[in-house]
């Protein structure tokens, strides 16, 4: 079974920093895409950003792109998002999303229970 924990959400002011953290335990954590998505209130689950298995490839949505960073140590199964100069707009549930991989293709995909980022203007 394949269990991903976020951490790292809180209330922030804009301007602000937060980092949060997703672990991933269950399966090989570095045979996995990772990425993180958010959702605001009546809004839909959006893309965030991603990070390959290597952490040498990485990809940003244009409204957080300069502002946040992704990344992950693969001896911790674990991965960041760095949130720096945060804005009221980015009040959202953020979630952390895995897929797996073998030779062949996908082979599953899992979510977090998400963590609540407010940043309060």
């Known amino acids: 079974q394949v269990h991903l924990v976020e951490s790292g959400g809180g209330l922030v002011q804009a301007g602000g920093s937060l980092r949060l953290s997703c672990v991933v335990s269950?399966?090989?954590?570095?045979?996995?895409?990772m990425r993180w998505f958010r959702q605001a209130p009546g809004k839909e689950r959006e893309f965030v950003a991603t990070?390959?298995?290597?952490?040498?490839?990485?990809s940003y949505a244009d409204s957080v792109k300069g502002r946040f960073t992704i990344s992950r140590d693969n001896t911790k199964n674990t991965v960041y998002l760095q949130m720096n100069s945060l804005k009221p707009e980015d009040t959202a549930v953020y979630y952390c999303?895995?897929?797996?991989?073998?030779?062949?293709?996908?082979?599953?995909?899992?979510w977090g229970q998400g963590t609540q980022v407010t940043v309060s203007s």
């Open positions: 269950g399966r090989t954590f570095s045979s996995n895409t």
């Open positions: 990070i390959n298995w290597s952490g040498g490839s990485t």
């Open positions: 999303h895995a897929r797996f991989y073998n030779n062949y293709g996908p082979t599953g995909d899992y």
